[in-house]
């Protein structure tokens, strides 16, 4: 309790503010945090907190806690000036509990709003995206796993737009209230419809493939995202997996460059960056200008191109290509589709700053983007490699395990800068690294937000940095 006194800080409301609204108002989570932070005073390194209407009105809530418990330790005061002295000790008390009854306080209009107002409404817009799907007669396509949705989706969007009209879920809308948004949406001229099905616990998918009723699915991968919340990486197969259910066989699509999918493969059709469904991939090209390659089926050639940085993303490819040749879709269009796949916002995405490229992959949250990063890193030609990582959350049993691994991949990648975010993994990657034999420069940065604010001032020319993954101030 060396930081108590942060607790009383006029700064200390809105911390707990942005931390409800950093852990996308999961109690068990803000709780989690809460009860493991000591000195408030540092808590906000990577955001800042945005004020929405609620909260201005979680704001109020707040200050109006602190008002209450201040007029009755006044009270208090008064009581034991006129009666007992017992009293002064009440005050204090009640003074030094301020800080807890703010914190635990705040969570119950939220749990009121939630069990009165919100769920109410969102059960019924559930409910109304279910009547409106049952008469929409569009192919539905659902993606599941723990990586590589977001990239599969919209190389589908893109493909499939040339030659269909075609729909799918904006940015992260992943969970049934994101999906039933989108759905409300729709104009009921759909031929294709795309889902990305999200996941944190077992049932997820199954509820989302209930909801969205695909008959084409593709699982991207598994790994140890989300296995704080799983436990186990046989739940979080059998969880992404539950698609299965809903999609025939001939049209479950596999990514067997992922060990777990491989080790789980149902029957369907496998994808790698070899190939898919008698698809050959050859000539493969890759750089901060994006990859190419030939894929070839009998006297069907597609030349595929796209602005995508790295090999990890051929088999995904592929196999978008599969599907919309199966869907009626011409060389042409597939081609063509491809060719507008640009990078998504912090996902290997690359910028030039002062002659040197920055590529942010600060969305990518799991081992598996991790590997592709550093293999991509180690391809390229560079007067420096530079490599900046916080680590990855939500890794649970795995996390030592993980990052260890993490400085070993560090090691063998070519890196000559290894800039790490101080947190509760770094000495885990730093294992790893002295295991693996690092020759490079070591970095560890205490104040996230500062330095990539300043990262022009770090770069050089003809250095390539690769920033990958993001470290939310939960975790801290």
């Not at 977001?150 to 969007?157: G, S």
């Not at 499939?160 to 009209?165: A, F, T």
């Not at 979080?236 to 992922?258: F, G, K, P, R």
Request: with cysteine.
């Amino acid at each position: 309790m060396k930081y108590f006194w942060t607790r009383f800080l006029p700064s200390y409301p809105k911390v707990l503010l942005y931390m409800l609204q950093d852990t996308e108002y999961r109690y068990s989570r803000y709780i989690e945090w809460y009860r493991r932070t000591d000195n408030f005073r540092t808590v906000i390194k990577r955001r800042q907190l945005t004020m929405t209407n609620k909260v201005w009105l979680l704001l109020l809530c707040l200050w109006l806690i602190w008002l209450a418990v201040v007029l009755l330790v006044i009270q208090a005061v008064f009581a034991g000036i006129t009666v007992n002295a017992i009293w002064f000790v009440v005050a204090a008390g009640l003074f030094l509990l301020v800080p807890f009854i703010q914190a635990y306080g705040i969570l119950i209009p939220l749990v009121l709003g939630w069990i009165f107002i919100q769920k109410r409404k969102e059960r019924q817009l559930i409910q109304n995206a279910r009547l409106i799907l049952v008469d929409n007669p569009a192919i539905r396509i659902g993606i599941a796993g723990s990586y590589g949705k977001t990239t599969a989706k919209e190389l589908l969007k893109a493909v499939l737009s040339e030659g269909k009209n075609t729909a799918a879920t904006p940015g992260n809308m992943n969970t049934p209230i994101g999906i039933s948004r989108f759905v409300r949406d729709l104009t009921g001229d759909e031929e294709i419809l795309i889902f990305e099905l999200g996941e944190e616990k077992v049932g997820d998918v199954e509820f989302l493939s209930r909801l969205t009723n695909p008959s084409i699915g593709i699982v991207t991968g598994i790994n140890e995202a989300h296995l704080v919340s799983f436990k186990t990486l046989e739940r979080t197969t059998n969880t992404i997996y539950e698609i299965a259910d809903y999609v025939a066989a001939d049209n479950l699509y596999q990514n067997i460059e992922s060990s777990l999918v491989a080790d789980a493969l149902r029957e369907g059709i496998p994808f790698n960056r070899k190939g898919v469904q008698g698809w050959k991939v050859s000539g493969v090209k890759t750089d901060v200008a994006g990859t190419s390659f030939t894929l070839k089926k009998g006297k069907k050639t597609v030349q595929a191109s796209t602005q995508l940085l790295g090999k990890h993303n051929i088999g995904v490819t592929a196999a978008v290509v599969a599907i919309a040749d199966s869907l009626g879709l011409t060389t042409k269009q597939i081609e063509a589709g491809l060719m507008k796949v640009a990078p998504f916002e912090h996902r290997m995405e690359p910028r030039f700053m002062h002659g040197a490229w920055v590529i942010d992959d600060t969305y990518n949250g799991n081992s598996e983007g991790v590997k592709a990063g550093l293999a991509f890193l180690k391809d390229q030609e560079a007067k420096r490699r530079i490599y900046v990582t916080p680590g990855l959350v939500e890794q649970g049993s795995a996390t030592q395990s993980v990052h260890e691994m993490i400085g070993q991949e560090i090691a063998q990648s070519n890196v000559d800068i290894c800039v790490l975010m101080e947190n509760s993994v770094t000495e885990f990657i730093k294992s790893g690294l002295s295991e693996g034999g690092f020759k490079g420069l070591l970095l560890e940065i205490d104040n996230p937000l500062e330095f990539y604010t300043n990262l022009d001032q770090f770069v050089a020319a003809g250095d390539l940095v690769l920033m990958q993954n993001d470290w939310t101030d939960n975790y801290q």
